[in-house]
């Protein structure tokens, strides 16, 4: 019960974009059950979100050799593979994952999104047409397609393909994106010539070199979240020996400096307080 806790509480972390504390809390769940699958594509997922591909692929395997034909496993290790650069297994295993269970439009969109990363655009047009034909209902499937068929030079097809993903779930927020992104794209297209040059440009953004995505620079509010907090710690640490040292030894503490290392302490957690909250 307790594990099945941390669980809930992890997914609730990555769900609200806090991945790095998700990963913190899942450490020590998969040192103690090195067994639990689902701590494991916890693991992963929340390393992902943290660009961290080589954490995240090692974590899927994890996954993969618990459960050898585990759909979701097989999901995460593409979706590492993916961002570690490695793309001929990233589709080798969301083909796999297809292939035990047919028409599921998550591991679809992973099979197209595999292609899509190593520039077989045509290739992963194919493969979403074809499943946002079967599976119809999913709009993440739809928004796939049409990042592939913007990506192909076909922005108003595009468009349709965001168009039904929004019909199918109002206020999508990808598919919303997409559209913004289209229609600042039919503005700078004047000809044939810009269309091939503005969607090529843009089948080129999807693609992910052989060595992987770039790491995340660590956010301002994460670093001065750090600081505040280091200096939090000197403080209280100093307030403590300054209480030690006026009880055990005949010196006079200064109130003028208690006060000023209290103000100092009080400020630090703001602002840590407030970072933290910005974060």
Not at 53 to 72: C, F, S
Request: aromatic fraction near 4%; glycine fraction near 8%.
């Amino acid at each position: 019960m307790h594990t099945e806790l941390l669980l809930d509480q992890a997914g609730t972390l990555l769900t609200s974009g806090r991945a790095d504390q998700a990963a913190t809390l899942l450490a020590p769940v998969v040192g103690e059950e090195p067994g639990n699958v689902e701590a494991w594509l916890l693991l992963a997922r929340a390393h992902l979100e943290l660009r961290h591909p080589g954490p995240a692929l090692d974590a899927a395997r994890h996954a993969l050799h618990l459960e050898p034909h585990g759909v979701e496993a097989l999901y995460w290790v593409s979706a590492a593979y993916t961002a570690s650069g490695r793309h001929e297994m990233a589709i080798t295993a969301a083909s796999a994952g297809c292939t035990e269970d047919p028409g599921n439009p998550r591991l679809i969109e992973r099979h197209g999104r595999a292609l899509l990363a190593t520039g077989r655009v045509a290739e992963a047009e194919r493969v979403l047409s074809a499943g946002a034909e079967y599976a119809y209902y999913d709009a993440d499937l739809h928004v796939a397609h049409g990042v592939a068929l913007f990506a192909a030079g076909r922005p108003l097809s595009a468009r349709e393909a965001h168009g039904r993903a929004v019909a199918l779930e109002p206020g999508h927020e990808r598919a919303e994106g997409e559209l913004r992104r289209i229609a600042a794209a039919e503005r700078r297209i004047v000809d044939a010539e810009s269309l091939v040059r503005i969607t090529d440009e843009f089948a080129e953004s999807l693609r992910i070199p052989a060595g992987g995505i770039e790491p995340a620079a660590a956010p301002s509010t994460g670093v001065l979240a750090y600081l505040s907090t280091v200096v939090l710690a000197v403080c209280v640490t100093a307030l403590l020996v300054l209480g030690i040292l006026d009880r055990v030894t005949p010196m006079v503490v200064p109130s003028a400096l208690t006060f000023t290392i209290l103000c100092a302490a009080a400020a630090a957690a703001f602002v840590t307080l407030l970072a933290r909250r910005k974060a």
